[in-house]
């Protein structure tokens, strides 16, 4: 039998990389308490202890079906709406909103409302680690453009010159993840402009999913904006994973802004499309949280001033760094072009990174500020160790 | 734009009498406290109080880890192949099984990880109502073969004529949902031999995915058997929903036994898959309680005095009526040949059924056991006047 499927070959060589480095290096070190842990977007502290106690408190049941089978419930979409609202300025529809079990199940979702088999679906470089993964799972046909570092800025003719009849979504991902820009009204809008330009003259709507897990995570008083603000046909994915800092929980949310023209039904495509996923809504006890969960989020300027002290002292070492204007992530280049062997330098002085070479960026890595204030301090002279090593 | 995608069409077609039902008279009446409510298997009393004695003490952080990103998590692993290496007396392998967010999750994974676009799956009818949906949803091909009532007995010679060279798979369900049937050990064995003969003649495992949430819900000390002990390409999916009445949690799996060839790398193929459907993967909470939540149970003494109070009095009213040897459910045949015309009539009598032809079995009509015992003293004198107004 050996490999059933085709499909997962081309799905498992397109995760390669995320495969080699989670089975290998991050496997051997993660956890390990002397370990200066800036892999991924992890919690390395303890839960928010709001957190818990709103848990603790809604798994009381209050009705004889608390625990009945959930789709997205009112309350949910009715909270959601309104935070959106209050961030983007319009008048969100709560029947808008579809709750899902996580961030990427509201990708997968997406994928799936949208895209016809064969359909190109464009996405930028450096990714999130499933984008193309994903684009590949609904049988559509990814098409990479490369954001160039250290700026990161969308080339908008790029884009238009990628566009062609079989073109329906393109993914977008502000804050970025990993370089942490924020992208700018001003850029949005001319994005917007550049789709509704490429959709007319293909004669179909190119739809924007907006991958935006870290919107609530922005330094500096910086103000996020969202792609639907500045263009209808704008399908947002969201995951509480980031601001609350507990991933393994589960539940995001797919929702379009009031402005989305045949709304109505792409309401029924996406409920439709969330049962063919495996009944991609999230759990009860989540979905009675979610008032709390709308509202709670982790210490951004703790984390900001973590960045501030991180960056400060990798740049005095010698390194070229990003500084993100939000997300969890600083980019850092390698002071060698083999990414992978610095991030093994790293390793052995007890500093776990993600290679760029896993995110599309080879010569750069990847740190995560989640880590603790405790692990940055202990980390700093590896970071310089591994450093004055490959200098050598 | 209307609908995007035509894959939508066809699955929104294939569920047509569900989202009929559950839009129509379902939603009109779920919920309301005067009527008799056996439509789904939804609990219509409090949760149990030690699953939630269960998920408070789970909630409480006891590394810092707690609620970071989790799959298949060891504990999980071991816990589930404990309880079904003791149920088939097999020695199963926890690294086979595959910690799911529920059993619409395992059958989404265990779909995409078995088919090829084309090939063709068969399933059973009366069907859960998502079985031709997810067959369709992975791009293969349903082939619909019948379960006759009221014995509901598989037609072996039948399945044998239906295997074709594009069959990869059979999905099987016991305990029956409709019928309430527990397939004996000597049926399963009969059908695992109808399987490995029509594999040999067509040259490739036709993969039997054998889908048993119901298997804790056993009658009259009955034993439950998994087609897994008898037949090696068996894949099990399992929902917690029914054994715990919490169907809004979200947690199964997917698992194969230790006789399966190839499961090696058929666990590769089903992690991949599961990143695929969407990361469906349970979460941190729910697979921290699991070692309660294996052991943990709805009373299914007192569900069998339901079913046979509510058994003798729809017999003595006049009704044709299955016998349940598990699962939550018993089938009764319309005194009318139009199920939905009678269900109507129920209604009026405030008694919420299931029209037998959203589930195949047009004439008849379904009755959850996990209404309380009020609901069905408070039922029957609404199933008397019905028959009575049907029969008049």
Same mark, same amino acid.
């Given at each position: 039998m050996a490999t059933v499927v085709r499909k997962i070959d081309q799905l498992r060589e397109s995760i390669a990389p995320f495969m080699a480095f989670f089975s290998g290096p991050f496997s051997r070190? #993660?956890? =390990? +308490?002397?370990v200066a842990n800036f892999a991924v977007g992890n919690p390395q502290d303890f839960p928010m202890p709001a957190y818990v106690d709103s848990l603790r408190e809604h798994l009381e049941p209050r009705r004889r079906d608390w625990f009945a089978y959930k789709d997205s419930e009112p309350k949910s979409q009715v909270t959601v709406a309104r935070g959106l609202s209050k961030r983007t300025g319009m008048e969100w529809d709560p029947a808008d909103v579809a709750m899902t079990n996580g961030g990427f199940a509201a990708l997968a979702v997406a994928m799936r409302a949208l895209v016809e088999p064969g359909d190109e679906v464009i996405f930028l470089s450096p $990714?999130?680690?499933f984008y193309e993964f994903m684009i590949l799972a609904a049988d559509a046909v990814p098409v990479r453009l490369h954001l160039a570092p /250290?700026?990161?800025? $969308?080339?908008l003719e790029a884009i238009a010159a990628a566009i062609t009849p079989r073109t329906r979504a393109i993914i977008f991902n502000s +804050?970025? #993840? $990993?370089?942490?820009r924020v992208y700018p009204l001003e850029t949005l809008q001319a994005l917007g402009r550049t789709l509704t330009e490429a959709s007319e003259r293909i004669g179909h709507p190119v739809f924007l999913v907006s991958d935006e $897990?870290? =919107?609530?995570?922005?330094?500096?008083?910086g103000t996020f904006h969202s792609p639907a603000e500045a263009y209808p046909h704008t399908v947002i994915t969201y995951s509480y994973g980031k601001q609350l800092l507990a991933p393994g929980q589960r539940i995001g949310y797919l929702t379009v802004p /009031?402005?989305? /023209?045949d709304r109505e039904a792409f309401r029924e495509t996406v409920f439709v499309s969330q049962l063919a996923t495996g009944y991609a809504f999230p759990n009860a006890l989540l979905q009675h949280a979610i008032e709390d969960l709308e509202k709670l989020s982790i210490d951004i300027a703790a984390m900001q001033r973590r960045r501030d002290r991180l960056v400060t002292a990798l740049r005095e070492i010698g390194y070229q760094t990003t500084m993100p204007e939000g997300s969890f992530y600083v980019m850092a280049r390698a002071p060698i072009a083999d990414d992978v062997a610095f991030t093994d330098l790293l390793a052995k002085q007890r500093v776990l990174v993600l290679p760029g070479s896993v995110v599309e960026v080879p010569g750069w890595f990847r740190i995560s500020l989640t880590a603790t204030d405790e692990m940055v301090e202990r980390g700093i002279p590896g970071f310089a160790a591994a450093y004055a090593e490959a200098s050598a």
């Open positions: 070190l #993660n956890g =390990n +308490p002397d $990714p999130w680690f /250290p700026a990161f800025e $969308p080339d +804050p970025h #993840n $990993p370089s942490g $897990p870290y =919107n609530r995570i922005i330094f500096d008083g /009031p402005t989305m /023209p």
